[in-house]
C-alpha cells in the first residue's frame, strides 16, 4: 500500500501571526473562523495545506490548479480575504 504525502517545512524562527512558536501559532489558527481578519502569514500557510489536500485527494493534478479550487471554494484569491471580512 502506498501513502503519498507531502511536508511543508516553516521556520520556527519566525512566529505564525502575532505570535510566537508552534503551539500558539495554532492556537491563533483555532481563533480565526469564518472571515475574521487572519495575518497573512497563516492565510498563505492554510491556503498551501489545503491546497495539499485537494492534491493528495486526487481532485486537482498541479499545486496551482489546487491553490485554484481552493481559492474559488473560499474566497481567498481575487480580493484581498481581509477586506472582504469588513
Same mark, same amino acid.
Request: with cysteine.
Given at each position: !500500500?502506498?501513502? &503519498?504525502?507531502? @511536508?511543508?517545512?516553516? #521556520?520556527?524562527?519566525? #512566529?505564525?501571526?502575532? *505570535?510566537? %512558536?508552534?503551539?500558539? %501559532?495554532?492556537? =491563533?489558527? @483555532? *481563533?480565526? #473562523?469564518?472571515?475574521?481578519?487572519? $495575518? $497573512? ?9 489545503? @491546497?495539499? !489536500? ?12 489546487? &491553490?485554484? =479550487?481552493?481559492? &474559488?471554494?473560499? %474566497?481567498?484569491? %481575487? *480580493? ?7
Amino acid at each position: !500500500m502506498v501513502c &503519498e504525502t507531502q @511536508a511543508l517545512l516553516t #521556520p520556527m524562527s519566525d #512566529p505564525l501571526g502575532c *505570535r510566537i %512558536g508552534k503551539c500558539s %501559532g495554532s492556537s =491563533r489558527i @483555532a *481563533r480565526c #473562523p469564518g472571515r475574521r481578519l487572519v $495575518p $497573512p502569514d497563516i492565510r498563505d500557510l492554510s491556503l498551501a495545506l489545503a @491546497a495539499r !489536500m485537494v492534491l493528495l485527494a486526487g481532485i486537482a493534478d498541479t499545486v496551482d490548479d489546487a &491553490e485554484q =479550487r481552493v481559492q &474559488e471554494s473560499t %474566497g481567498v484569491g %481575487g *480580493r484581498d480575504w481581509n477586506d472582504s471580512a469588513e
